[in-house]
């Protein structure tokens, strides 16, 4: 069935379509309430709110103005922004793997290149995305993570697709930055070849 199909169901009280969308959408709008929250219980809570609207809402979906997928994302974010304003965000240690980011910040690579990226890497970058302003981060996730196209992504978040392509500007400007620091300072604190730290020291003399 389509979309507009299983909408349709929905919208009669169809359970089983209901539950086919969640099962075709929770994944996708789990990992951008997650992004934007930084924390699975809100994101948990936030997700039992967007497929509630879905199936209290179904027919006020309009097809011929904005894909499904859109539509849910822009309910999502909407949901969170409202959340973050009333409560701030509260990152915790939870995690919610979406892969490396490391293509965030430069041309595509090869899936050779990609899968070689070691896990540390990705946290970083994971961590830096996460120190992003809101709207950066929501601008970064939906066109280079979740696929929108930059009109779809600036429809999602209200906002002009010159103001989209900014804040995703900035953030990669931000995340350079960021990982080149962390990289410098990296550097800086290994000592240099042949020397050995105070620690070795102590355990040599020892």
């Known amino acids: 069935m389509t979309d507009e199909e299983l909408m349709l169901a929905v919208s009669k009280g169809d359970q089983s379509a209901y539950q086919t969308l969640v ?11 997650f992004r934007l929250l930084g924390n699975r219980k809100d994101t948990e ?15 006020k979906w309009q097809p011929e103005k904005a894909k499904l997928t859109t539509w849910l994302h822009r309910i999502t974010h909407n949901l969170c922004i409202d959340y973050l304003r009333k409560h701030g965000r509260t990152h915790t240690s939870d995690t919610l793997d979406i892969g490396a980011a490391e293509h965030l910040l430069e041309t595509p690579q090869s899936d050779e290149q990609n899968e070689s990226i070691a896990i540390d890497e990705k946290q970083r ?13 929501s601008a970064l996730m939906l066109c280079h993570y979740a696929g929108f196209s930059n009109k779809e992504a600036a429809a999602i978040m209200n906002v002009s697709v010159k103001a ?7 953030a990669r400007r931000s995340l350079r930055t960021q990982l080149e620091s962390r ?8 000592p ?12 040599t003399i020892g």
């Not at 970058?125 to 981060?137: F, G």
């Not at 240099?192 to 355990?203: D, H, L, Q, V, Y």
């Open 164 to 170: 989209l392509e900014s804040s995703i500007a900035r």
């Open 183 to 190: 990289d410098l300072h990296s550097t800086a604190m290994k």
């Open 45 to 59: 809570d936030i997700c039992q709110e967007v497929f509630l609207k879905l199936w209290t809402n179904a027919s």
């Open 23 to 33: 099962s075709q959408h929770l994944n996708a709008i789990s990992h951008y309430a």
């Open 125 to 137: 970058v994971n961590h830096a995305i996460s120190l992003l302003p809101e709207t950066q981060r």
């Open 192 to 203: 240099a070849s042949g020397e050995i730290n105070s620690e070795e020291k102590t355990e």
